[in-house]
């Protein structure tokens, strides 16, 4: 007993340590190559959303606008935005960093899960601890740190975390009010992701419940964690108002079938690009094994994977219920719910290669984590029954650990590219206010900014917003907070309207 404590003190120490470095590895990435001007998705809301605030004023529907069919909503962004212009010269990479904070609560509590199971042997759930958070905080996609609207992503992450975490205490005994207003606010901040996240919660429910609750309790949570879900679809009834309308997406079933029919040869792409991209995607991978080898090795690990996961099915059904194996379920099957989202929505638009979009990653490692949770478990339930086998279970985990911080080398070897170009990007920017032939054709010829150069009226409209208002890099804090970006502004000349 004496010596088996300060082991677990030991263990203990490792998991926080391990966990800890991966978050702050990630932190201080996102404070390197957090791109602290708009991108992207950010320039419809400085549109449509700050310009009302600043000269109109705004209510609960404009925090709930989207642009139409196949758009989310996303209120927290626009909470954070409008903030950030108000008391921080609009400056994203800060939204970028207080998504990490987000992170760091939902990884407590896949903390939290992974130790349920593991807790027969202090060190098979440390190491699990320590595993999820390197894929949890990967640098496998630049684009999830560097723009911060998919950073936040880390705030879906947590109320599903948070849905899960609730919906298994429900299930034993405590009051399911808790469950029904976490799924009531993750369903405001989630939109229609929600949708997704309600299923995967419930079908895990019907899986574990007979064996944990019985069906009356089983039904009674699930009612419960539905219910809080359909009140936030009844709060976006109340309070939306009109939407844009511009149809993001024209997928319809038919369409789809269509689809099917006519790239059936993709099909095995749909599951290798996830399935190997939660571990490293293809430039990742290219890096890492070479160019050549890169697609054999990626296919390899797409094809290693199919077993994983009827493994992890099998174990499901056959362990004893708890807390980390109801986690892996859930998460498993919301990661599904996102690829199957993909392939309907997006691949019969964009193509199959559109999988390999970078933000994408954020969703594909998902399937990792559900799995690695599992092999905590599995680990766990081996150790407790006194079995060898348990080493074959830790395996993948270092594994998975020493692949991260691979990665996580490279991703900083290739920082000063992404720091050159936002250099770049705010002397462009800068451009938008200057009227003249000459600024229009750089603004023009910088790729991320050509859809807003190309138009005088959204170019005067989105430039004046941000220099008559003091924001990005027209804002005085924002030129002290990045010196070199400022020079780089500077170099287009004064910005006179």
């Not at 400056?91 to 970028?96: H, I, K, M, N, Q």
């Amino acid at each position: 007993m004496n010596r088996a404590a300060p082991s677990r003190r030991a263990w203990t120490a490792f998991a926080w340590v391990g966990m800890c470095a991966f978050f702050l590895v990630a932190v201080w990435y996102v404070w390197r190559i957090g791109d602290p001007m708009p991108t992207a998705d950010n320039w419809i809301n400085l549109d449509v959303f700050l310009r009302k605030a600043y000269y109109h004023g705004v209510g609960i529907s404009d925090f709930l606008w989207n642009r139409g069919a196949g758009d989310h909503s996303q209120p927290l962004d626009k909470a954070l935005l409008w903030a950030n212009a108000r008391y921080f010269g609009l400056d994203f990479r800060l939204e970028g960093l207080f998504a990490m904070l987000l992170g760091l609560a939902a990884m407590l509590v896949l903390r939290r899960a992974a130790l349920d199971g593991g807790e027969g042997d202090a060190r098979w759930g440390s190491i699990g601890v320590v595993a999820i958070a390197a894929v949890f905080f990967s640098l496998n996609s630049s684009r999830i740190y560097s723009y911060s609207m998919i950073t936040l992503w880390f705030s879906l992450y947590l109320g599903m975390f948070l849905s899960v975490l609730a919906a298994w205490k429900a299930m034993n005994g405590v009051s399911p009010a808790w469950l029904l207003a976490i799924t009531f606010v993750f369903g405001v901040i989630a939109d229609d992701v929600a949708y997704l996240a309600a299923a995967s919660i419930a079908l895990s429910l019907c899986l574990y419940g007979g064996r944990v609750g019985g069906w009356r309790r089983t039904a009674q949570v699930i009612g419960y964690c539905l219910a809080g879900f359909l009140l936030s679809r009844l709060f976006y009834l109340c309070f939306q108002g009109k939407v844009g309308g511009s149809i993001q997406l024209r997928t319809s079933p038919g369409g789809f079938l269509r689809f099917l029919a006519s790239d059936y040869r993709d099909i095995w792409q749909w599951w290798a690009i996830p399935s190997a991209s939660g571990l490293a995607q293809v430039d990742t991978m290219k890096l890492l094994v070479g160019e050549r080898a890169a697609p054999w090795v990626g296919g390899g690990l797409a094809i290693v994977m199919l077993p994983m996961h009827m493994w992890f099915w099998w174990k499901a059904w056959a362990r004893k219920p708890d807390l980390t194996g109801f986690m892996a379920v859930c998460v498993m099957l919301f990661y599904y719910a996102h690829v199957a989202g993909i392939l309907y929505g997006r691949i019969p638009v964009f193509g199959t290669d559109y999988l390999n979009s970078l933000r994408y990653v954020s969703f594909y490692q998902l399937g990792v984590i559900a799995l690695l949770l599992m092999l905590t478990a599995a680990a766990g339930d081996a150790a407790r029954n006194g079995s060898r086998v348990r080493w074959a279970y830790a395996a993948p985990l270092v594994a998975v650990i020493m692949l991260q911080v691979a990665v996580a080398k490279i991703a900083f070897a290739q920082a000063h590219w992404i720091m050159e170009y936002q250099e770049n990007k705010a002397y462009t920017l800068a451009t938008m206010a200057i009227f003249t032939p000459e600024a229009r054709q750089e603004c023009m010829a910088f790729k991320e900014l050509r859809n807003i150069c190309a138009s005088e009226e959204r170019r005067e409209k989105l430039g004046g917003l941000l220099v008559d208002n003091h924001l990005s890099v027209f804002s005085p804090q924002f030129q002290r907070r990045y010196p070199r970006l400022a020079v780089a502004a500077a170099k287009a000349g004064k910005h006179d309207r």
